[in-house]
């Protein structure tokens, strides 16, 4: 007998087959197999409008289930309602305790520095390191981020400042309140006009960049963090760190002579200049920084990174803070100002500030300067939410976070604040405490806003070369990162 049929039309596996079939595009596959509606074909907008009009429809029958479905969507824009219900109150309030006081008494010093680092008056670093933070408490989705002021946040707004409200002309507002007392009245409550004028360019700065933020929140662009590597961010931020490690150097040394330049080559324009008036150095100044660089280093890298001091306290000494009490205590007693000369912070408002609307008369100007402040504020403050979720098992929702920066953006434009984004080192203090929620945030608020009601006069003494000694230093790890790529890539 011959070969069953099963054997016979069972096809050798190792001879090539031929597969005769048409070609088709999507409209003919469609039609072929009844996946298209009756009817001609549809142009490419009219299949567009089919399948939003469709998809649209499935997410409204989804949503159809009453009470949950508005519990779940309102948990999605603020996640304190799903979280703080259920928070440990015996297992985590007190290391959230010791970390809210700990970075709260770090805001104040760096809200202040960081202010005049933008241009503005010390009082709105407070301001932005209130109520931004607040809203990010509410609505912010890592819980180690400490949202506030920022160096490189900072130095950006800067630009936009000085080029909407510049210093050119109003030098002697500036250092010489007494000249002129007519036009010094204090006609916008505690402030000058050229003050009032550069917190208003600064407030709208906050709030197109909070709209930006806001709009790609709601369209769902938080996926772009996939194109913004560690290089990429590291690269950013160290590269700006040295601009405003040298836009400090008037401040620390005291030189006259020393002007803002922009565009091209600033920094080679900026170093050039700045030794050609090193003969202007102000000694007392200089002194004064010397001084303040000298306990700063010596407590944070001396004593904060030694080991057996780490074991020994809980919490990290607050630098910043010992420095700002002795710089004000020292200026307060010697008078500093009138002794020696030095630029000291002068007016602190007492009290949170009044409801304001910014200059919105700038606002097509600067679309593209808050742009780039919306994308690095989102990618600086995700990154590092993204480090610390994957470091205690959790996740970040990056479109959350642009949300909850442009509400805190936008809500603290009407309060003096200019833009705001998460701190590096604030963030990692925040972490090393042991931080566990965002209740943290909520008790840094509360310190600052009792230093915002009560404490201005106390830091009206205050040199202003201890504030710029403060950014340097402060700087000094976004630097470093270039010399740790190195190592790594060798």
């Known amino acids: 007998m011959g070969d069953s049929p099963s054997k016979q039309c069972t096809p050798k596996l190792d001879q090539p087959q031929r597969i005769l079939r048409p070609i088709l595009n999507q409209p003919n596959f469609d039609e072929a197999y009844g996946l298209c509606d009756p009817g001609p074909p549809l142009t490419p907008w009219q299949e567009i409008t089919r399948i939003g009009r469709k998809h649209l429809s499935r997410k409204v029958s989804n949503n159809r289930c009453g009470q949950k479905c508005a519990y779940s969507y309102a948990t999605s824009w603020f996640p304190v309602l799903e979280w703080a219900p259920k928070y440990d109150f015996r297992k985590l309030v007190i290391p959230d305790l010791v970390a809210g006081i700990t970075v709260g008494v770090m805001n104040i010093p760096q809200g202040i520095a960081y202010a005049l680092l933008a241009g503005l008056p010390p009082v709105c670093g407070l301001y932005t390191s209130f109520i931004p933070t607040l809203f990010?408490?509410?609505m912010g989705t890592s819980r180690q981020c400490s949202l506030g002021t920022f160096a490189v946040v900072s130095m950006m707004t800067s630009k936009i400042v000085m080029t909407y409200a510049p210093f050119e002309g109003d030098v002697g507002l500036e250092r010489n309140v007494t000249t002129n007392s007519s036009r010094e009245t204090l006609m916008y409550g505690s402030f000058t006009e050229t003050?009032?004028?550069r917190i208003q360019v600064g407030a709208m700065a906050a709030l197109m960049t909070g709209l930006w933020q806001l709009l790609f929140g709601i369209l769902g662009f938080g996926a772009l963090t996939v194109?913004?590597?560690d290089q990429l961010v590291q690269g950013f931020t160290c590269s700006a760190a040295f601009h405003v490690f040298s836009s400090q150097l008037s401040n620390v040394f005291?030189?006259?002579g020393l002007p803002e330049y922009h565009g091209m080559f600033k920094i080679c324009r900026t170093y050039y200049r700045f030794f050609q008036v090193t003969h202007t150095a102000h000694i007392p100044t200089m002194l004064i920084s010397l001084t303040t660089v000298t306990l700063l280093i010596c407590i944070k890298y001396g004593l904060n990174g030694n080991r057996t001091v780490k074991s020994l306290l809980r919490v990290p000494i607050p630098a910043e803070l010992i420095v700002v009490i002795i710089g004000s205590f020292a200026?307060?007693?010697c008078n500093f100002e009138e002794t020696y000369q030095v630029d000291i912070v002068k007016k602190v408002p007492v009290g949170m500030p009044p409801?304001?609307?910014?200059?919105?008369s700038i606002a097509s100007s600067i679309l593209g300067d808050t742009f780039a402040l919306a994308i690095v504020t989102f990618a600086i403050t995700v990154t590092l939410g993204m480090v610390f979720a994957a470091k205690h098992n959790y996740s970040v929702s990056p479109n959350q976070e642009f949300r909850a920066l442009g509400v805190g953006n936008i809500i603290g434009s009407f309060f003096q604040c200019f833009p705001s984004g998460a701190s590096l080192a604030r963030s990692a203090v925040q972490d090393d405490t042991g931080g566990r929620t965002q209740m943290v945030s909520l008790i840094q608020c509360m310190i600052v806003l009792v230093v915002i009601l009560t404490a201005g006069?106390?830091?009206?003494?205050l040199p202003k070369?201890?504030?710029g000694s403060i950014v340097m230093v402060a700087l000094f790890h976004l630097l470093g990162q270039s010399r740790r790529e190195l190592c790594v890539a060798v």
């Open 457 to 461: 006069p106390l830091l009206e003494p």
């Open 331 to 333: 200026s307060y007693w």
């Open 227 to 229: 194109y913004l590597s």
């Open 254 to 256: 005291g030189v006259k």
């Open 355 to 360: 409801v304001t609307v910014p200059d919105l």
């Open 465 to 467: 070369p201890v504030l």
């Open 195 to 197: 003050e009032y004028r």
């Open 136 to 138: 990010y408490f509410v």
